[in-house]
């Protein structure tokens, strides 16, 4: 039973464009969201988090975006660019704890 | 080190067979954890070591599956009879603390790709 889902295991876009990556969580009692990126061959990088006090946190090119009511998570890239071609996952918990749960990922190809 | 290491890369062995996984973590990193990700899956939980409390083994899918940790050191990931469904990734993080390893996450090694056949 999968408690973090990632429904889109890939998406392409074009360079320059916007990247949406979503991810969807059951479980109301996570308070702490993540992202993670990944490319082939290495351990997963940090990307980007986000509290549930907050519903925005930008980084650069990347944001995050939190609808606790919705219970949904997504990560847009703009503008994309070549290098963001990755696997990216989403990961949750609840503050105070240590495991993150992690989604399946999804795989974006950003075409030049 | 400036990184977590993992060893062996890539790793394949006859079904029935012991394999010990390797890690090191980031120097001062008090928290170190074991996942794997099987094909077409997300990460999942192996288990935590914090400090020298008892560790969280709760991940761990069967009695085959052990893990060490030597002080806020090196880590081994050991799995008796290996079958095929342990064909996985095995990615090894660390981080100061436990908890959310403050606002960077953890920080991963690249992976143990082990191959049971």
């Known amino acids: 039973d999968q408690q973090v889902k990632q429904n889109s295991p890939s998406l392409s876009v074009q360079e320059g464009r916007i990247s949406i990556l979503n991810c969807d969580y059951t479980?109301?009692?996570?308070?702490?969201f993540l992202w993670y990126k990944k490319y082939p061959a290495e351990g997963p990088t940090f990307l980007i988090s986000?509290?549930?006090?907050?519903d925005k946190n930008e980084d650069g090119r990347f944001t995050v975006f939190l609808n606790k009511s919705a219970k949904h998570l997504s990560l847009h890239i703009v503008p994309s660019q070549p290098g963001d071609s990755a696997v990216y996952f989403c990961?949750?918990?609840?503050?105070?704890?240590?495991?993150?749960?992690f989604g399946t990922g999804t795989r974006l190809k950003v075409l030049a | 080190g400036a990184g977590v290491s993992q060893s062996p890369s890539n790793k394949v062995t006859e079904k029935g067979k012991d394999v010990e996984l390797r890690c090191d973590p980031i120097?001062?990193?008090?928290?170190l954890y074991w996942y794997r990700q099987r094909l077409g899956q997300g990460l999942e939980f192996l288990i935590y070591?914090?400090?020298?409390?008892?560790?969280?083994k709760s991940g761990l899918p069967s009695d085959r599956f052990s893990a060490e940790r030597t002080g806020e050191s090196v880590s081994t990931l050991t799995i008796q009879r290996t079958q095929q469904e342990d064909s996985a990734v095995y990615l090894c993080?660390?981080?100061f603390g436990g908890g959310l390893g403050g606002d960077y996450g953890y920080t991963f090694g690249s992976g143990t790709r082990l191959t049971v056949v």
């Open positions: 993080a660390s981080s």
């Open positions: 479980n109301s009692m996570f308070d702490y």
């Open positions: 986000i509290s549930s006090i907050k």
């Open positions: 990961a949750t918990t609840t503050s105070g704890t240590y495991k993150y749960i």
């Open positions: 120097s001062g990193h008090t928290a």
């Open positions: 070591f914090q400090g020298n409390s008892a560790p969280d």
